[in-house]
């Protein structure tokens, strides 16, 4: 049996290895030490189609001449995965600006069913099960306004590939709005005190929504060789920092859910304020070089 990767040979030494996909899944551990996933393969000659995977995973490799894998990087592979939901969203725009020109039903399902059996769809449900879930919505249209949704999302993609690609550059935008929304923390207690709830909602959404790209930029910054582990965040290190403002924004979120405002106002001026300047000078480190 001929195994390649990438067109080029593969030495590989059978254990106990007996089918296809047993074979695949040591090749996936090997390839994880480089950043690398096996994104498709040939058996004798023949493409195997996603729909048809497990079947061909199955497949004793005493059939088996040859092999032909396929590797790429997780972020070629969030790439892809990313262009393609953006191209089914746009076909859904485009769907339902024709149909209301010639007065007829969008039919946007048909789109939603190809792209959920697709490739795209089964990275992003375990990447970005966020971009997914509301990507699958808004393609079945389940939502008040389909049009509007499609546009979130498009919109939504649009900064995934953005931080895909520019990460370092995203990461400086982070840090320039970290003391802005610190400042905003600090002012959180008297807000809730004087009955500004609208402002202060909008204080904790954008805490939200900054945390939450921070979060999303880690794994892209590991892909681009940052050793997020060489860093330290006061006495932290730097993951376990992170893990720590999460708790802290959860204990928030459960606060003002449940109208605790002396709770709200402590957490935002003592533990999420203060760390989110300290958080913004540990990561100047990074964007520097």
């Known amino acids: 049996m ?5 067109g080029r040979p593969f030495d590989l030494t059978l254990e106990h290895e007996r089918t296809v996909g ?3 899944d040591g090749m996936e551990q090997w390839l994880e030490k480089s950043r690398f996933r096996v994104s498709g393969f040939k058996l004798n000659g023949r493409k195997i189609p996603v729909e048809k995977v497990d079947e061909a995973c199955s497949t004793d490799l005493g059939e088996i001449e040859t092999i032909e894998v396929t590797a790429s990087s997780w972020g070629d592979l969030f790439g892809q995965a990313l262009l393609e939901c953006s191209r089914n969203i746009d076909k859904a725009v485009i769907e339902r600006r024709d149909a209301q020109n010639m007065g007829r039903q969008a039919d946007t399902i048909r789109i939603a069913e190809a792209f959920e059996n697709g490739a795209a769809a089964a990275f992003l449900s375990v990447n970005a099960n966020d971009v997914y879930e509301s990507a699958i919505k808004a393609l079945r249209g389940i939502s008040i306004d389909p ?4 546009t979130a999302v498009r ?4 900064e995934r590939i953005t931080e895909l690609e520019m990460p370092f550059q995203e990461l400086a ?5 970290m003391p802005g929304i610190a400042e905003r923390l600090e002012a959180l207690p008297l807000e809730l005190q004087t009955g500004k709830d609208a402002i202060a909602a909008g204080t904790l959404q954008n805490l939200a929504s900054l945390i939450g790209k921070l979060l999303r ?4 910054l590991t892909e681009a060789g940052v050793d997020l582990d060489s860093y330290k965040i006061a006495e932290y290190d730097f993951r376990d920092f992170f893990e720590e403002l999460k708790t802290a924004l959860k204990e928030l979120t459960a ?4 109208s605790d405002a002396i709770l709200v106002g402590d957490l935002a001026e003592y533990e999420l304020a203060p760390r989110l300047r300290t958080l913004a000078a ?3 480190e990074i964007t520097d070089k």
């Open 22 to 24: 047993e074979l695949l």
């Open 255 to 258: 606060g003002y859910e449940n």
């Open 217 to 220: 930029l880690l794994p892209i």
């Open 155 to 158: 919109a939504d993609v649009a």
């Open 173 to 177: 935008k982070a840090c320039t709005i």
């Open 2 to 6: 001929i195994v390649t990767l990438n």
């Open 282 to 284: 540990a990561l100047a």
């Open 147 to 150: 049009d509007i949704a499609l």
